[in-house]
């Protein structure tokens, strides 16, 4: 398959039960964009439910995301019909909170833990969108890490509405046949997906809360659950409170709407803040001891995934096994050094996101203007950007100042892992993956 209508296919994104979505180029303008089309599965499913059921349930569900306008809900660019099947074209987008902390195709397995402020940034995001779903009479009712997308400047946004209930009304009846996923959705979901309102979806964003802060998948124990706080030392009762409350198993316990969810959620985390500000101590790296200098490779090179963890030192979920006790310091506004590694940064980044060809461009771009009085900017090695992680503690995202500027998040590496992919590092939450080489990264130059 080399074209969907107008669109030619560049490969394939993901595979649900009704649809499977691509990476896809539009004509004239080249921009990727991500193709949605209705594909089932199963062909017993189609049987059930007829082709043109199906393809009516698609057209609705367009309609749904095109009737909505909303930063925190993904756009439907363009639908259309391409030899009687119907498709859709989105936003595309290059990361997801299911990439950003690791789930794997078995679900169960551990993820990263991620830092507070970032859990609370993106959940609170989150929690606006389906607010303003749940005004429109849309139940989602799939909510989990790989429906919710990440922008380019740091925004969530929600995806696939195509198990959402919309005005009480059920498109997809089948006797016997779960909504939503296993881990995420909520008991009412699995004994009467029918009735399942809008705190439903609160439920499954409680989960991935709960996933983000811990690691761990949550277990009903009796109704009950594992308090965050017993698996995360970072948190406190207050936490526990709250996430419980996300997570009752009747109904009538949890939080009413996602307004007052988000409301509660800001005062936990405001509170969290204040205590932890408490706690801080003075802190001067110059007096810590520090490591040999390494010897870094500078020159680009493959690295291949299979080989990386044990090549760079990482663990399963890609973060290093060690953090280089690093001594950034201010040199302009617009550049750091480390006097260990005897490595320059560019301290603001590009200030925008590009994909990997047009990161090498602006190195160039770079070069030519004598950026900082400097010729010999480049793209990082992994090696290198290894030295600028910082561990992901309190301390770090509390009581110490950030050297780069605060909106970078992804970074360019030099390193590329194949023809299609290339290596970069979250210098939030402190781990290395891989990237589309079309997708978007910030570039922080680095100068011996």
């Known amino acids: 398959m080399n074209k969907i209508g107008r669109y030619e296919i560049i490969g394939r994104l993901g595979r649900g039960g009704m649809s499977t979505v691509y990476k896809a180029r539009a004509p004239i303008t080249q921009r990727i964009v991500a193709l949605k089309v209705l594909k089932p599965r199963d062909e017993i499913f189609e049987d059930l439910v007829g082709w043109q059921k199906l393809k009516e349930l698609f057209i609705e569900e367009a309609r749904i995301m095109g009737a909505i306008t909303h930063d925190h809900i993904a756009k439907v660019i363009d639908a259309d019909l391409a030899d009687d099947t119907p498709f859709m074209v989105l936003e595309y987008f290059s990361h997801s909170i299911g ?21 609370y940034m993106y959940i609170s995001q989150a929690l606006k969108g389906l607010e303003r779903l749940h005004f429109a009479g849309v139940v989602h009712r799939d909510i989990k890490p790989y429906n919710m997308m990440i922008t380019n400047d740091d925004r969530v946004k929600i995806i696939d509405f195509g198990l959402s209930r919309v005005h009480g009304e059920e ?39 709960y996933r983000m802060l811990t690691g761990k998948l949550v277990e009903l124990t009796q109704g009950k659950i594992k308090p965050p706080s017993q698996l995360n030392s970072d948190l406190s009762e207050s936490w526990d409170t709250f996430l419980a409350k996300a997570l009752a198993a009747k109904v009538g316990n949890r939080f009413y709407s996602a307004q007052e969810m988000a409301l509660a959620l800001d005062k936990v985390f405001s509170k969290w803040q204040t205590d932890s500000a408490a706690t801080c101590q003075w802190y001067n790296p110059a007096t810590q001891q520090q490591p040999p200098s390494p010897c870094l490779r500078s020159e680009p090179t493959r690295l291949m995934y299979k080989d990386i963890r044990r090549e760079l030192q990482l663990d399963s979920l890609f973060r290093p096994l060690h953090f280089y006790q690093h001594q950034l310091q201010v040199i302009s506004t617009l550049m750091l050094h480390d006097s260990h590694t005897g490595l320059h940064w560019q301290r603001q980044g590009s200030g925008y996101t590009l994909d990997w060809q047009q990161a090498h461009t602006y190195i160039d771009y770079l070069n030519k203007q004598k950026f900082q009085g400097k010729s010999t900017w480049r793209l990082p090695t992994m090696e290198e950007l290894l030295t600028i992680l910082r561990p992901p503690t309190v301390e770090r995202d509390i009581c110490l100042d950030p050297s780069f500027a605060p909106t970078i998040h992804w970074l360019w590496s030099a390193d590329y892992c194949n023809k ?29």
């Open 99 to 119: 990439d950003f902390i690791g789930e794997a195709y078995k679900v169960e397995q551990d993820t990263r833990v991620i830092s507070i402020p970032r859990s």
């Open 171 to 209: 498109s997809l009846a089948i006797p016997g046949m779960q909504v939503g996923s296993p881990y995420y959705a909520a008991p009412e979901q699995m004994s009467t997906p029918e009735a399942a309102d809008g705190r439903a979806d609160l439920f499954s964003l409680g989960v991935l809360m």
């Open 420 to 448: 299609k992919q290339a290596w970069m590092a979250d210098i939030v939450e402190s781990y290395i993956g891989r990237q589309d080489l079309d997708g978007t990264a910030s570039v922080c130059a680095v100068s011996n």
